[in-house]
């Protein structure tokens, strides 16, 4: 059974940063394509930053130059570097595992921008 634990959320000032983990279980790990998600209350959840298992990443144009995905296969484990954070940051970052027609969500974790 594959499982996805996000952790590192929190409240941040405007500015700051913050490091998003998400943990994996299963063998899927290593050839699943990671993607990181987010949902601000009232709106749509919308696509983050992306790695595939060969290690090439994307990321929306919102979050270029502030936000860094990355992976270490030998923990099982893909990140999110958030840097330069803003109130508009503030959401819910949910982690995903997609391979092939398998894909697995995780329970979220909480983002809050705020001075």
């Known amino acids: 059974q594959v499982r996805l634990v996000e952790s590192g959320g929190g409240l941040v000032q405007p500015g700051g940063s913050l490091r998003l983990s998400c943990a994996v279980s299963?063998?899927?790990?290593?050839?699943?394509?990671m993607t990181w998600y987010r949902q601000a209350p009232g709106k749509q959840r919308e696509l983050v930053a992306t790695?595939?298992?060969?290690?090439?990443?994307n990321d929306t144009d919102a979050v270029k130059g502030r936000f860094t995905i990355s992976r270490d296969n030998a923990k099982n484990t893909v990140y999110l570097q958030m840097t330069s954070l803003a109130p508009e940051d503030t959401a819910v970052y949910y982690c995903?595992?997609?391979?092939?027609?398998?894909?697995?969500w995780g329970q979220g974790t909480q983002v809050t921008v705020s001075s």
């Open positions: 995903n595992a997609k391979f092939m027609t398998l894909m697995y």
């Open positions: 299963g063998s899927i790990f290593r050839l699943a394509a």
């Open positions: 790695i595939t298992s060969s290690g090439s990443t």
